[in-house]
């Protein structure tokens, strides 16, 4: 509680809108939100400043006007169209090693040969394998597939046959890997 914060300005607004993660946007409103409710506490007036290029985004309108409500709703619509959580289960594999081209063929041997040892799921659906959206850190480069499903058993199906490629020390050997099963972001 700062009672003499009168005026809070938010720079980037837009940084979650177009962000990598489908999380952005509801990311960006719970701030905008949070942070302006601290300026014009007790009996002084507040102001609130928001930067932004897209001032006639849909998203920036309706939180500005006031509409969290709307602007919750109108996500989850979204989110529903587009199947993703949570209207469906997700999972985040990750590799990552001193060379792109070792990541990269990790990733897309896992997924060949667990279609070869069995039938994927058909409501499995599978994005990549894509470079992280920060591919290089650290002098390491990293690639991730993120697969969603209307089902958590079937999610956990296609993990736990991964889980059996995963551990091969023949594919294992060169990567580093992570299973993130519901990511809390995917950044």
């Not at 309108?61 to 169209?81: D, M, Q, V, W």
């Not at 991730?144 to 594919?171: A, C, M, W």
């Not at 580093?176 to 950044?187: C, E, N």
Request: charged share 25%; proline share 6%; aromatic share 8%.
């Amino acid at each position: 509680h700062f009672p003499d914060v009168t005026l809070v300005g938010i720079i980037d607004a837009d940084s979650g809108l177009f962000s990598a993660d489908f999380r952005g946007s509801e990311r960006v409103a719970q701030l905008m939100t949070q942070v302006a409710g601290r300026a014009g506490r007790d009996k002084k007036p507040g102001k609130v400043l928001l930067q932004t290029y897209c001032p006639e985004h849909p998203q920036i309108e309706e939180l500005i006007s006031g509409s969290y409500e709307t602007f919750a709703k109108n996500l989850l619509i979204e989110r529903k169209s587009a199947k993703s959580p949570p209207f469906s289960f997700q999972a985040k594999i990750h590799a990552e090693s001193p060379n792109s081209y070792v990541s990269r063929d990790f990733i897309i041997n896992l997924l060949e040969t667990a279609s070869k040892i069995k039938k994927l799921p058909k409501d499995l659906r599978v994005v990549g394998p894509l470079p992280a959206v920060m591919e290089k850190k650290s002098g390491v480069y990293r690639w991730e597939i993120n697969v969603f499903s209307g089902s958590r058993k079937s999610l956990h199906e296609f993990l736990d046959l991964t889980q059996t490629i995963l551990y091969l020390p023949s594919s294992s050997k060169k990567v580093r890997w992570s299973v993130d099963v519901d990511p809390i972001s995917l950044i």
